[in-house]
């Protein structure tokens, strides 16, 4: 029988107490799901911060973000390490060109209103220096 | 038609001011977008759009650098007459009358390392104060002095908001340039203009136009718009009250008579404290600096073809210069890559030597579109009367370059 593999976004984020445990070597190791980490960060204060694919059977999936909950995790779906603040976007359109993933683009070439597809985003983060009015934001 | 009058361009007038303002207040005027009026004539020709439209409404938003205001505090017991202040860590100019000030868009905030160490992130300065003053916000002043008779205090620390001021007059010596360059960047590293981020052998390419919608490409040798016009300047009634500084109408045309680079521009002003936020916004240009970005509408009266047939102008028609701003723009070499349309620009990718360059904007033609529409609904409403210039904006004039004079030239 074969199954179907999908690929999900997350973001992770570890307190101080969690960040020395290897918690993404077990999920490939011991859940056959494949990584793939677009930004992490361990702060000052020894907090970690991840976004990551995991790619994986549905139920394979379910049981590595299992394992991630017996530790003090907090588990989030889709981006949330790239903030759009849509209020402070002033819709020129800057970003467009330095987005490689077009997660930031012109919505309709009418309106020409910038719109964004989280799930495209790989928080390359091009588009924090390039907005010249801070509408775009690191969550770390 | 009841009267016949010959413009200076040879074509009948068709309407006049007073007869456009008298529609205007009763509520009748027809007004479409410089963007609608494209599709109207396209539909029912330029005969029965001369008839109908009585004003077109054009708009641009963007960094507009050569912005600022004065600002009057009301005097403190005892008086100080300021010769150095600070709006929330950014200096204000005080060279004028004891409690006046202008604040300029492009000052730093003080000690902001600027380029010092590496590239300058340039978070905070004149244009955000300017921001935060029209959306309302608690902003400190610190002020010093030397002390005179009359005007005894000799330093001032106090928070204020717009309400609190006698005056808040947005005075701008350079807004809506007619046209602009198109920026790539022909060097091997990357570099940080007020056109935005270029990569290096023309990773990226930026503009900065509201094309088909922007005011003085609407009015190419400015039959309308002219010193006394009045505006939309981000939602307040304002007026033209100069031509702009380097307003250079002797300019690159095209057969069409637009110009295809810089060429005019607007010096502006209006009351700040009928301005709507979400038209003035600080903007932070990475290893560049602080500025400010502006909402700007102006109507234009159909008073004969000519106009209006200037009016239906659209991005495909309007053309600017891609110039290498890592070499060329710095050093004055007056060359260019090459010319290219605004509706090519829009594409978002533009060919250049072979190259597939992406092509973004510094401009945001939604605001302006916005823009339009809101000054469009003003003149319907009857909220907003067009005015006659009292001059004209200058047709034949150049710009000089400064000569380096001196020995260490």
Redesign the interface.
Known sequence: MTQTVITKKYYLFFPKSETEKPIVYNLVKNHNLIINIFRAKVSAQEEGYLSLDITGTPEDIARGLAYVQTFNVTISEMNKGMVWNREHCAQCGNCTAHCPTQALHVADPVSRRVAYSEEECIECMACLENCPYGACTSAY | MEKSMTTEAGTTTLRTYDEINRKIESGKAVVLTAEEIIDFVDQHGLEEAAKQVDVVTTAT???MCSSGCFLNFGHSTPRIRITEAWINDVMAYSGVAAVDVYLGATQLRHHDPANMYEVG?F?YGGGHVIEELIAGKELQLFALSYGTDEYPRRELRTYFTINDLNQAIMVNPRNCYQNYNVAVNCSAKRIYTYL??LEPHMG???YCSAGQLSPLLNDPWYRTIGVGTSVWLAGARGIVYAEGTQHASLAMRGENGVPQEGAGTLALTANMKEMRPEFV??????GYGV?L?LGVGIPIPILDLDILKATCVRDADLYAHIVDYANDYPNRTGKTLAKVSYAQL?T?EVTLNGKTI??????????A?EVAALLKDAITAGDFLLSEPSSLLPRQQGMKPLQMRGPSR
């Open positions: 938003f963007g960094p992130e978070r935005g981020i990226n390419m930026t916004r600080g903007v932070s240009l990475k500025s970005a829009r978002g992406p092509v973004s904007s510094m401009s945001s033609y939604h605001k579109q």
